[in-house]
């Protein structure tokens, strides 16, 4: 339930990041939450993993599907109804009845439902010290829904918080003052989260820990709920950046660290706050994740999913994944974003659940108090709601409606709401086509390196923090715009059999590359892989510790000039071989060709009539090839939708990737491919994502269609085509077959379709 509360508080604090100096970094960091790199000298495990994510850290199998035990295999393609237990009907007032729910479930074709056992107050009769909801009375909903569910076949997941906030502090219950959150001063920190009212932040090492265990002992031991879902482990929320000074956070840094708790006055030191940073997200947070995994395992095997949505942040629960058998990922700002991060969780191993109806806010501008939000999921309708749903379609996540508080108050049937029919459209195909959808996998040509630690730890005067996400976006809009299908993975999850996988390995600006990170990349490279890197790649280790030059300046044949980069006005890239002048960056490296290295491209600076140097440079190393680009050649693309800059990457990637490319779809705007395939079918799921408003991304848009969308499939040696239908639109196509292509003509996109190839 973070409503991505993280990228809109990121958002702020990378304001402030703009202003920073070498000097007031301290001060910064403390602001900023999270810490600039530093010696770390604890164990290889951490180095490599940033906040020590686990070594064993499920990988998936080859064709990229999530191992799952056979008896789970059910929640990777869940149709799942939320009760949200923070609004209507569950809060403040208590209206719910399970018997209503039950009904709008099986109207809208869900097989599952998420039951808040606890938001601010509980929901089922705990014997604990938390808070019941005060017009529960003597009644059990919990029991009441998880019997009715049951009884009619389907499954119920429950919703546990870890330390979201939940004390009110209008409550005068004395347990409060000795679980919350304090600063130095013993000043209480404080969450705004819904805007009904303001909550104290708990502390994690309190005694509030072992009262949340046993919450959620008591859930899983006295309900047979099929799910366990955990929404954190959070230590804060709007406050997350703030240390904390209660009693038992500085008893148990103490034990574990041998110092105090850092002050938040400036006067700490950059290793006093790596060890801060380091000690919260693993010893507290992410072990309180594991803790919680492991006790409910023991008292039953349910599978255990928990909202990860801030894997790309500097949240301290990021690296939880490998204790968990899937784990949400809620919402993005666009279809495209959405699929990036569909398929990044799923580059895991792991299962991936994501909210549809995902934009539950409109832009609120006008609200005085930004946490207070209008309506939930109202504002979502239409062919919208139907493309949020296409996204998890095509990228094979389980489906969570949110929720039940936009239908509960429904006067008439919920289907004479044109949207809510379209979307049981969505679970009605969904569970049709289930079979076939699990049975395929995507078959990605490119692995996009997404600079997790860079997001992390990096620190520079001239580094856009919110920004940065323009260039591993920008990248798989121009991977996806050329007719490619990727697969985006977080660095630290670098393996050698994971680089195999690939036929080219995108590296879009990642300044924090640790020794062995680069050292795969040169093997990579030497037995025959591609490698396209960007920009500031590899001048800071892994905690952003800077690098006299770029790490893989060997393999790239580059030599850099200066440490950070130049910004000039009006910058043209100049390409050597056909001569013409495309739009170049303003923001570039400058750095000199090695021996060895072919400049394919300078920069030229048209205002001061002069050249920067080499803009691109290639080289050939072992079986492989290098191309390093010295600037953020993916980020302009993003920004700019440039026809000359995806026909530049055309020129660069078609000549490596075209002889196995898999599909092949016309270039139109707004339209996006997902392939999978199966030995006996081919998919092509399309988005064509042509909303009418781009500027404000929360408001509600219509969709035209996309006409005539000329698409091959290439069919696998030895097999031939028997039949070919367009499921979404559940016709059939004119098709045809030249050299070992399918070939045929998609009347028409609106929002969504899927080709499907039947093989012989
Ligand atoms: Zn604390």
């Known amino acids: 339930m973070s409503m991505e509360k993280v990228s809109r508080r990121e958002l702020l604090q990378g304001a402030g990041a703009l202003v920073a100096t070498t000097a007031e970094i301290p001060r910064r960091l403390l602001q900023l939450g999270m810490t600039l790199g530093g010696a770390d000298t604890r164990s290889a495990k951490t180095a490599l993993g940033g906040f020590g994510v686990k070594e064993g850290a499920a990988i998936p199998t080859n064709d990229g599907a999530a191992n799952l035990r056979p008896d789970f295999e059910w929640i990777r393609s869940v149709r799942l109804m939320i009760a949200e237990g923070y609004v209507p009907p569950f809060y403040p007032s208590l209206d719910y009845k399970p018997e209503r729910a ?90 705004r989260h819904m805007g009904w009212t303001r909550f104290y932040e708990g502390c994690l090492n309190s005694p509030l820990r072992d009262q949340i265990r046993e919450r959620v002992r008591e859930v899983v031991a006295d309900y047979p709920v099929d799910v366990m879902y955990f929404d954190g482990p959070y230590e804060g929320m709007d406050q997350e950046s703030r240390f ?34 380091q000690w919260i997200a693993e010893d507290v947070v992410v072990a309180f994740m594991r803790e919680i995994a492991d006790m409910v395992r023991q008292v039953r095997d349910v599978p255990v999913v928990f909202n990860d949505t801030g894997l790309l942040s500097r949240s301290v629960r990021a690296h939880a994944y490998p204790y968990v058998d899937g784990f949400m990922f809620e919402a993005a700002e666009t279809p495209e974003q959405k699929l990036f991060n569909m398929r990044l969780g799923q580059s895991t ?108 730890w990096y620190q520079s005067p001239m580094f856009i923090p919110q920004a940065y996400r323009n260039y591993y976006y920008g990248a798989w809009q121009l991977i996806k715009d050329l007719g490619y299908d990727a697969e985006p993975f977080l660095d630290y999850e670098m393996t050698a059999e994971r680089l195999g996988k690939y036929k ?80 170049q960056d303003p923001q570039v490296m400058l750095f000199q060709a090695a021996n060895g290295a072919e400049v394919t491209a300078e920069t030229q600076d048209r ?5 920067l140097g080499p803009a691109v440079v290639r080289r050939r190393q072992g079986k492989g090839q290098v191309i390093y680009i010295g600037s953020g050649l993916e980020a302009l693309y993003e920004e700019t939708l440039n026809d000359s800059l995806r026909a530049y990457f055309h020129s660069l990637l078609d000549p490596i990737l075209a002889s196995k490319r898999t599909y092949e779809l016309e270039f139109r705007p707004g339209l996006m491919p997902q392939f999978a395939s199966s030995q006996s ?74 080709i499907r190839v039947d093989l012989a």
């Open 102 to 191: 039950l009904a709008l479930a099986r109207r809208l074709n869900c097989e599952a439902f998420r039951y808040p056992t606890y938001s601010y107050v509980a929901f089922f009769p705990t014997k604990t010290k938390f808070p019941h909801h005060p017009e529960l009375g003597g009644s059990d909903p919990f029991r009441e829904t998880v019997n009715l569910f049951h009884d009619a076949g389907l499954k119920v997941v429950a919703y546990n918080p870890l330390n979201h906030p939940f004390m009110d502090v209008n409550s005068d219950n004395p347990e409060y003052r000795d679980w919350m959150r304090h600063d130095a001063e013993g000043k209480p920190l404080i969450t």
């Open 244 to 277: 904390c000074h209660s009693k038992y956070c500085q008893a148990a840094y103490q034990k574990a660290r041998g110092k105090s708790i850092p002050l938040e006055d400036g006067s700490a030191t950059l290793q006093d706050l790596i060890d801060y940073w």
């Open 349 to 456: 191993g792991k299962v991936i659940w994501t909210y549809i109806s995902s934009h539950t806010e409109y832009n609120t501008e006008h609200l005085k108090d930004k946490s207070v939000r209008g309506w939930y999921s109202a504002p979502v309708e239409g062919e919208r709601l139907e493309l949020d749903a296409a996204v998890a379609t095509a990228a094979g996540a389980g489906y969570c409606y949110w929720g039940l508080n936009r239908l509960y108050y429904e006067p008439q049937d919920i289907l004479d709401v044109p949207s809510i029919r379209s979307l049981k459209g969505v679970f009605d195909f969904a569970q049709k086509n289930d079979r076939l959808l699990r049975s395929v996998s995507p078959r990605p040509q490119v692995g996009i390196l997404t600079g997790a630690q860079t997001i992390r």
């Open 504 to 583: 080219l390995v995108y590296v879009p600006n990642a300044p924090c590359l640790s020794e062995a990170h680069c050292s795969l990349l040169a093997s990579y490279v030497e037995g025959g892989g591609t490698l396209l890197a960007t920009h500031l790649t590899s001048i800071a280790d892994e905690f952003g510790r800077p690098r006299r030059d770029y790490g893989l300046r060997e393999l790239f044949g580059a030599n850099l000039k200066t440490p950070e980069p130049l910004e000039v006005p009006d910058l043209y890239l100049h390409v050597l071989s056909s001569g013409k002048l495309i739009p």
């Open 607 to 611: 205002g001061h009539r002069r050249t």
């Open 681 to 754: 079918t081919l998919l092509l799921h399309l988005l064509a994502n042509t909303g009418n408003i781009w500027k404000k991304l929360l408001v509600q848009e219509e969709f035209l269609p996309v006409k005539n969308v000329r698409a091959r499939l290439r069919l696998p040696q030895g097999q031939s085509a028997k039949s070919v239908a367009l499921m979404w639109s559940g016709t059939k196509p004119d098709w045809s077959v030249h050299d070992g292509w399918v070939e045929l003509t998609v009347p028409q996109v609106q929002v969504y379709e899927v």
